[in-house]
């Protein structure tokens, strides 16, 4: 996203801000200390009580203190979640919001100032944007920042995204598929994948799920989110990657047994 100079001001008298709010909590695996960031944004697009509204919700864990591992882990959240990388926890999910009203109301207020008297076409200009989070408790060693990015732009329906991060508790570095796994993993675990997906949709081969709406842009793939826990690894699949929307957020669960030649020993 882009800002959009030319509808500053309009955005500065448009918005209804309430403060982001932080307070410190429990600690992560790796005795990270961790807190929770809250912040809540109306922005109207038109003058008046009637007038849509784009709503920015944030409610996210973040690290504290000032160790290399929070600061990594806390610039990879940042990017992630927020699109905004080199600027803090705070000041990229403010910035984001900033963002997300300016976008709405540069793109929309003058096609809502032709529309405004037809109740019917209202609906086309409620905007939401909700990103929570929390730290799941899984391997030792592994810190695993689980997070759900909502939006809604006046359509059908809303579309959640969940996004995970798995992060090497000593030195926040971010663990991907490839550190897990021996070289060459890719198809045997893609295999692996597939069959877990026939079993979960009641399916008997390829061509079943593709009739069943599943894999119909794609192959099979290791996805990039996944979580992992001391008895194996749960493979996420977000709407739309690997079938259509009404079948929703698709896990795979795989334990350690079942793919136990393909793990990396440490």
């Given amino acids: 996203m882009t800002l959009r100079q030319a509808i500053k001001a309009a955005f500065l008298l448009a918005a209804i801000t309430l403060p982001w709010a932080a307070c410190s909590e429990k600690e992560a695996p790796g005795?990270?200390?961790?807190?929770?960031?809250?912040?809540?944004?109306?922005?109207?697009l038109a003058d008046g009580?009637?007038?849509?509204?784009?709503?920015v919700k944030v409610d996210i864990k973040y690290f504290e203190g000032s160790d290399s591992a929070a600061i990594r882990m806390n610039a990879r959240i940042a990017d992630e979640l927020f699109g905004?990388?080199?600027?803090?926890?705070?000041?990229?999910a403010d910035s984001f919001a900033n963002i997300c009203g300016q976008d709405y109301i540069g793109g929309l207020a003058q096609f809502y100032a032709q529309d405004r008297d037809d109740p019917s076409r209202r609906q086309w200009y409620e905007y939401r944007h909700s990103i929570s989070s929390d730290i799941a408790h899984g391997r030792e060693g592994i810190v695993t920042y689980v997070a759900d990015l909502t939006q809604y732009e006046g359509g059908a329906h809303d579309t959640s995204i969940r996004t995970v991060m798995n992060f090497d508790a000593a030195t926040g570095r971010t663990i991907a598929a490839q550190d897990l796994f021996v070289p060459g993993y890719e198809k045997r675990l893609e295999a692996l994948l597939l069959e877990k997906l026939e079993e979960k949709a009641g399916a008997d081969g390829l061509e079943a799920l593709r009739s069943a709406g599943y894999l119909?842009?794609?192959?099979?793939?290791v996805p990039k989110n996944f979580t992992i826990d001391d008895d194996g690894m749960t493979f996420i699949y977000n709407v739309y990657e690997i079938a259509?929307?009404?079948k929703g957020r698709i896990e795979l669960r795989v334990d350690n047994g079942e793919m136990e030649e393909l793990l990396a020993r440490k």
């Fill in 31 to 44: 005795n990270h200390q961790t807190a929770s960031l809250r912040l809540s944004r109306n922005f109207k």
């Fill in 49 to 55: 009580d009637g007038s849509p509204t784009c709503q």
């Fill in 84 to 92: 905004l990388p080199g600027l803090g926890i705070k000041e990229a």
């Fill in 216 to 221: 119909m842009a794609s192959d099979m793939y």
């Fill in 244 to 246: 259509p929307y009404e």
